[in-house]
């Protein structure tokens, strides 16, 4: 009904290309549905790189004493 509305508005000021047919509202929900969709997209990529990035430290003795030094340069802590 609000599409509706809006639509005859804009067809009364001249402001739609192709006099409206094409012109669509999504709802609420749908935009929010679509913006939590890509955000979760983003963090999935970026815990799987962290995941890739635990095992490799974890690969050799070699590389985790060379990430421990690196935590105690950069932030002063101890490591366990």
Do not use: W
Not at 39 to 65: C, M
Request: hydrophobic share 40%; net charge positive; proline share 1%.
């Amino acid at each position: 009904m609000l599409q509706k509305i809006l639509c005859e508005q804009l067809k009364l000021q001249n402001s739609l290309i192709c006099n409206g047919d094409y012109f669509y509202v999504r709802c609420n929900a749908h935009v929010l549905n679509i913006i939590v969709q890509e955000r979760l997209r983003v963090t999935s990529d970026a815990l799987r790189k962290i995941r890739e990035s635990i095992k490799y430290v974890r690969g050799s003795e070699a590389r985790k004493n060379a990430f421990k030094e690196c935590v105690i340069q950069v932030r002063g802590i101890t490591p366990k």
